[in-house]
């Protein structure tokens, strides 16, 4: 008998699936003892924990702040306190070394009250009198969150207050009285993804079955969510039909609740600001005799467009060198951020009788990353970072009413976590299977030898417009370019670094581009003769962890290990596990016999061959991960060790929900596993 790419395979490993099943959690806890005695217990390992700990938990970091009316709000993480602070302060405080702050939260002291280890999710104030805010709250580090209010003035939870239960909830304020919710409301509230597809607004003091439906997407949409555009004299509330990643529609509820389609195209990203409407087109958009490119930023008076007119101005429309990755508000501008060749620059444009006056903005070392936003919309401020591979980030403030060329006041500055003048950083291009350019850059010690033995870490995602942009690689200098190693980003197709094209080149059917993509930086890295393939890693995690469990079955020649965290592997039922079914926009329906038949190609759980020769793989992931799921790394390491595969190691936490570490020390553990495994494997 004879079968093809169609024809289901027995799953031997199913039994392994399930975020809280018993025998799985056996299985996991026996393949951890496993690993951590391969990879914890030699004499650099604790060393290494304690030097990255430290630097995570430094006390000259930056403490990010957003401005709570007249206070300015940070969540803080260090060694006394590895839940975390919320807190504020003012700003001449924190423009002090060592500013005074006040706790309004204490995460630690309130798991420890309540016998729960909370990991913090987030705080929401209630604007313009930042009196009540809403806090979410994490039994485990996964998505699902209790909601809780909680009152800025008081410093303590509502005892009447709005509460939600542990779920996907997505939920923000209306007023002081009214909330939008789209929660786990009971049977048949959840989407096939598991997401809230029922939007209701909640009034205070009424019980939550009593809040009125404004919504309901269908079972096959990914979520539908409502929230409020709470900008002073240009009120609006908004409902969202989120129909996949990618695809949506978006209703203006009216003064009698009533829902008004805003007509953009399913594929747009919409926003409002003032009294404009901003629309981000992803596909080529014919509109009154006007056609406007993928990645083009569009704007016009949007009551004007809700009437029917369609005089659109473009803010930005993209060239083959420059992409829009991105933009911010203030009171009276927006702040663009304009990429080329994965590094940005950024504009001002200021409305001014009846067009756009544009002007540049910050300055940028050369391949580095600026990134600036506004403080609050009552006001031009407008903070600015800048930061690349061996610069730590710096934090400014400025204010736009004193001109885009006055230079903004350094606040802070991050701490260097390794001497980076023994480094440099370089970009470079490959060429892949089908010509396309590939961009990637490669940061290694100034007076590295060709010699092909340097160990190697070649990182990346390709996916879900995501771009990979220069970032400082701090703990990873500890980690890793102060043990020898040199670090590579590589900008594949699938992620957003050229703009939504760039993303769509790997959709679907045309997946296999992103892996062509990587497959020839790795080759490209072995030719310029920095490494070889006994002396090359790839590191990639969530979707990225899907981009190198397709390094180990399709290119295992090129690799001498893989670190694949948080995957997804098992491409026939993705979306049977967790909330997968949210991407099949991404990858397709495995369900569909034609789609599964191109899903097929790039499932690695289904490509494993005993015939083949694989590199040392480590395979980490989290009980609490209910985004993708602990289900696929525990069903291929099973797999790939039961065909008698060698050096094949697991690592599971309980913690930490899809990011697999709920507080710095689980971090600071994990990374310096990883880096005794990669040393162990592809050190010199």
């Given at each position: ?12 490993f ?15 806890h ?8 391969a ?9 290494l ?21 007249q206070?300015w ?28 702050w ?15 280890d ?12 930042f ?15 209790e ?24 939920t ?59 900008f ?49 087109p ?17 704007t ?29 508000c ?44 506004g ?7 407008y ?17 736009l ?12 500055q ?5 001497d980076?003048s ?47 942009d ?10 890793w ?36 993509d ?22 990639g995690?969530?979707n ?43 990858y ?59 050096d ?8 930490g ?10 971090s ?5 596993m990883v880096?005794?495994?990669?040393l ?5």
């Amino acid at each position: 008998m004879t079968t093809d790419s169609t024809t289901p395979q027995q799953d031997d490993f199913i039994w392994l699936e399930g975020i809280r099943n018993e025998q799985a959690l056996a299985w996991a806890h026996e393949q951890n003892s496993v690993t951590l005695a391969a990879f914890t217990q030699g004499r650099d390992f604790e060393p290494l924990r304690q030097k990255v700990l430290e630097a995570l938990n430094s006390p000259d970091q930056i403490p990010g702040i957003g401005k709570f009316g007249q206070t300015w709000c940070n969540f803080w993480q260090d060694a006394q306190n590895p839940r975390g602070l919320l807190r504020i302060t003012s700003l001449e405080e924190y423009r002090k070394a060592e500013p005074h702050w006040e706790t309004l939260l204490d995460i630690d002291a309130l798991g420890k009250a309540e016998g729960k280890d909370w990991v913090y999710h987030g705080v929401y104030p209630l604007k313009p009198d930042f009196k009540r805010a809403l806090i979410f709250l994490s039994p485990d580090g996964g998505d699902a969150s209790e909601v809780r209010e909680f009152d800025l003035q008081t410093r303590e939870f509502v005892s009447d207050g709005f509460f939600l239960p542990v779920a996907k909830s997505r939920t923000g304020w209306i007023d002081h009285d009214h909330l939008f919710v789209a929660t786990d409301f009971g049977e048949d509230s959840l989407t096939d993804s598991g997401y809230p597809r029922i939007v209701k607004i909640w009034s205070r003091g009424t019980p939550l079955s009593e809040a009125t439906t404004v919504y309901s997407a269908g079972k096959k949409d990914m979520m539908a969510v409502g929230y409020h555009d709470s900008f002073k004299g240009f009120e609006h509330d908004y409902v969202v039909r989120v129909i996949d990643f990618y695809h949506r529609e978006v209703f203006l509820l009216d003064e009698k609740k009533h829902l008004v389609k805003i007509d953009v195209p399913a594929d747009a990203k919409f926003s409002s600001w003032r009294e404009w409407i901003l629309i981000q087109p992803a596909s080529e958009w014919q509109v009154s005799g006007e056609s406007w490119p993928s990645g083009s930023l569009l704007t016009m008076n949007f009551d004007a467009f809700m009437a029917g007119e369609r005089a659109l101005k473009p803010l930005f429309v993209p060239t083959a060198q420059d992409q829009l990755s991105g933009y911010s508000c203030t009171r009276d501008h927006i702040i663009l951020s304009i990429t080329r060749d994965v590094v940005n620059r950024l504009e001002v444009l200021t409305p001014e009788q009846g067009d756009w006056r544009r002007e540049p903005f910050g300055h940028v070392p050369e391949l580095s990353k600026i990134n600036a936003w506004g403080v609050a919309d009552d006001s031009n401020q407008y903070f600015m970072s800048v930061s690349g591979f061996l610069q730590p980030a710096s934090l400014s403030l400025g204010d736009l009413d004193n001109g885009a060329h006055q230079p903004a006041e350094l606040l802070k500055q991050d701490p260097s976590h390794f001497d980076a003048s023994r480094y440099q950083v370089s970009q470079h291009f490959a060429q892949s299977d089908d010509g396309t350019r590939v961009p990637y850059f490669v940061i290694c010690r100034k007076d590295v030898v060709y010699d092909g033995k340097n160990p190697t870490l070649l990182y990346g995602y390709g996916g879900f417009e995501v771009s990979l942009d220069p970032y400082y690689l701090g703990v990873s200098g500890v980690a890793w370019l102060d043990r020898g190693g040199v670090f590579v980003l590589a900008n594949i197709r699938g992620g957003g670094e050229y703009g939504p094209e760039w993303h769509k080149a790997a959709l679907k059917e045309k997946r296999l581009r992103a892996y062509e993509d990587f497959a020839s930086v790795a080759k490209a890295l072995i030719a310029s003769n920095i490494t070889s393939a006994a002396h090359l890693a790839a590191q990639g995690g969530s979707n990225g962890g899907l981009l190198v469990g397709n390094m180990l079955t399709r290119y295992p020649e090129l690799f001498g290990a893989i670190v694949c965290e948080v995957p997804l592997l098992d491409m026939e039922r993705y979306t049977q596990i967790s909330a997968g079914a949210s991407w099949i926009a991404e990858y397709g329906d495995p369900q569909d016999p034609e789609e599964w038949a191109f899903i097929r190609e790039f499932s690695p759980y289904h490509n494993l061959s005993p015939a083949k020769k694989y590199p040392p793989v480590l395979f980490s992931t989290a009980t609490s991960d209910d985004r993708v799921g602990p289900d696929h790394a525990r069903k291929m390491a099973a797999k790939m060790q039961a065909m008698g595969i060698p050096d094949v190691y697991f690592y599971e936490n309980t913690e930490g929900g899809h990011s697999a570490a709920a507080d710095k020390a689980q971090s600071a553990f994990k990374r310096a596993m990883v880096s005794e495994f990669l040393l162990r494997f592809i050190g010199r």
